[in-house]
């Protein structure tokens, strides 16, 4: 079955640093998302991204958060100034159109 | 989007059926029904989902009443390694652009030997 491929599976940081997580979506997907989850707690929907643009944000995904898709292949989620609340496993999912997501393993970011 | 209530925890036993049932009084005519499951550490993993009456795939069965207020996720003959989290979502049916989920907490399955 294909794959939703995430780097890197473990970030560490220090508060105030940019990061970078990097997902690569499944090939022939059009939809694309950023959930994050915070050790013990629901699942966050972050952004969901479509024909180049974002369709819709969460209140958590402020100026702070930004996504990219830069060459037809990545999914990036940027934070500029990372802080501690920060910390949690970030999952990119996409999907091909129909209601179905495919998640992949997460990047677990911590903030210091 | 249809809020969903299940239970937070469930125990079972290897080679039982077990049924999860999830509540949705909320739920509007273009929600449907969609369950996921987790693993620690792990990203969710789609399961099954359905309109209404049942659907079966080859890991589990969704049983969705006239109503749609609620909704039972059935695995038949679990193992250990079923041992997971399984949310119950509603979402959009169809169409559009958005695929935005809101989860909860989920039912924490644990199988025994």
């Known amino acids: 079955e294909p794959e939703v491929t995430q780097t890197p599976s473990h970030q560490v940081t220090q508060m105030g640093q940019e990061v970078i997580l990097r997902c690569v979506p499944i090939s022939n997907h059009l939809y694309f998302y950023w959930y994050r989850q915070i050790l013990g707690q629901k699942v966050e929907f972050l952004v969901s991204?479509?024909?180049?643009?974002?369709?819709?944000k969460s209140e958590i995904f402020d100026d702070q958060f930004s996504v990219e898709r830069p060459d037809g292949s990545n999914f990036t989620l940027k934070i500029r100034s990372t802080k501690l609340e920060d910390s949690a496993m970030y999952f990119c999912?996409?999907?091909?159109?129909?209601?179905?997501?495919?998640f992949g393993s997460g990047t677990q970011l911590s903030v210091l | 989007l249809a809020k969903t209530t299940q239970p937070i925890s469930m125990d079972s036993y290897e080679g039982q059926e077990v049924n999860i049932t999830c509540s949705h009084n909320n739920i509007a005519t273009n929600d449907y029904i969609t369950w996921y499951q987790q693993f620690p550490s792990q990203g969710p993993r789609f399961i099954i989902q359905?309109?209404?009456?049942?659907v079966t795939n080859e890991v589990a069965s969704l049983f969705i009443p006239a109503d749609r207020k609620s909704s039972t996720l059935s695995l038949p003959r679990v193992s250990l390694s079923d041992t997971a989290v399984y949310y119950c979502?509603?979402?959009?049916?169809?169409?559009?652009?958005?695929?935005?989920?809101?989860w909860g907490l989920g039912t924490s399955l644990a199988v025994n030997p």
């Open positions: 999912a996409s999907a091909a159109g129909n209601e179905k997501l495919f």
């Open positions: 359905g309109y209404k009456t049942k």
């Open positions: 979502l509603g979402n959009l049916r169809g169409g559009g652009n958005n695929r935005k989920l809101i």
């Open positions: 991204f479509y024909n180049n643009e974002i369709s819709e």
